[in-house]
């Protein structure tokens, strides 16, 4: 079992930063997992945002290349979604998400925290 708590998340104004924190635990073999980020608006469906593997390897959304930054810090069992250059459309519920899949698609991942929201102001 995989569980995942986020924070970091709160309020900025556009062209503001943001860093997101998801920590893992459980019993399961970290090593073996993608873990990333999804986001929800109200009244839209799960939006893939990054995810990365345990050797780094990254993939990001169009809508936040070059913005955002994902990393993760395999000692720590945490990953880190660095949110720059802000936009009101970025505001949402983030989601952290694992699996053993590297996956755009919020149904490839079985592992979910709770969310954390960010509000982008203009």
């Known amino acids: 079992q995989v569980q995942l708590v986020e924070s970091g998340g709160g309020l900025a104004q556009a062209g503001g930063s943001l860093r997101l924190s998801c920590a893992a635990s459980?019993?399961?073999?970290?090593?073996?997992?993608?873990m990333g980020w999804f986001r929800q608006a109200p009244g839209k469906e799960h939006e893939f945002v990054a995810h990365?593997?345990?050797?780094?390897?990254?993939y990001y959304a169009d809508s936040v290349k070059g913005r955002f930054t994902l990393s993760r810090d395999n000692a720590r069992n945490t990953v880190y979604l660095q949110m720059n250059s802000l936009k009101p459309e970025d505001t949402a519920t983030y989601y952290c998400?694992?699996?053993?899949?590297?996956?755009?698609?919020?149904?490839?991942?079985?592992?979910w925290g709770q969310g954390t929201q960010v509000t982008v102001s203009s």
């Open positions: 998400v694992a699996d053993t899949v590297q996956a755009t698609n919020s149904r490839n991942f079985a592992y």
């Open positions: 459980g019993s399961w073999s970290y090593r073996w997992y993608v």
């Open positions: 990365i593997t345990f050797s780094d390897s990254t």
